[in-house]
């Protein structure tokens, strides 16, 4: 693993999480955190929820491609054994 998720201690009350409950609490659980889950229904609440972030945190998933199409500030969590993401 090459980034630690501890650094969001400060951010935690501003922070977000969108996934699932179960991903979330793992989240949580696992960088001794306590960010809010933000739970969406379909992809416009999706969309809205990243857009009315000051940026977006993730990984190599729909997700990041939806910030980076909204051009939303960001920060991919990059895996070198599966570069299917460019950040731009």
């Known amino acids: ?3 630690h998720y501890f650094f969001l201690n400060e951010y935690e009350e501003r922070a977000v999480f969108v996934g699932t409950d179960d991903e979330c609490a793992d989240f949580n ?3 001794g955190l306590k ?3 933000s739970p969406v229904s ?3 609440e999706l969309a809205a929820t990243i857009h009315s972030g000051v940026g977006f945190l993730g990984n190599q998933s ?3 491609h939806l910030a980076d199409a909204m051009k939303v ?3 991919l969590e ?3 054994q599966f570069p299917n993401c460019h950040p731009t």
Do not use: D, E, L, S
Request: with cysteine; proline share 10%; charged share 20%.
């Open 62 to 64: 729909f997700c990041w």
């Open 73 to 75: 500030p960001r920060v």
């Open 78 to 80: 990059y895996c070198p």
């Open 29 to 31: 659980k696992k960088w």
């Open 35 to 37: 960010i809010k889950h």
């Open 42 to 44: 379909n992809f416009a």
């Open 1 to 3: 693993m090459y980034i």
